[in-house]
């Protein structure tokens, strides 16, 4: 991907926010597995996801099936950006 963690962040962060803005509900997010399954973005993605931040987009973050990444990928569910318009 060719980030720092940093950007890496804010990359992800501005992707999920212009999801939500354009009510696209379901993302798949490819970290990779990293050396010996310990991949830096394996392990910090899920924590960036949690932070309040972002945490009020979404829905769910489960691991994605092995099709379409196993523990290398998460699936996203974002919340229907037009139900909350109205809140």
């Known amino acids: ?13 501005n992707y999920i926010i212009n999801c939500y803005e354009k009510n696209i509900r379901n993302i798949l997010i490819v970290t990779g597995k990293g050396k010996m399954n310990k991949g830096k973005l394996k392990e910090e993605v899920p924590k960036w996801l949690n932070e ?3 945490n009020k987009y979404l829905v769910s973050v489960n691991l994605a099936p092995n099709h379409f990444g196993g523990n290398g990928a998460l699936l996203v569910r974002l919340k229907n950006r037009s139900k909350n318009l109205y809140k």
């Open 1 to 13: 991907h060719g980030h720092t963690l940093y950007s890496a962040k804010i990359v992800l962060n």
């Open 52 to 54: 309040i931040y972002l």
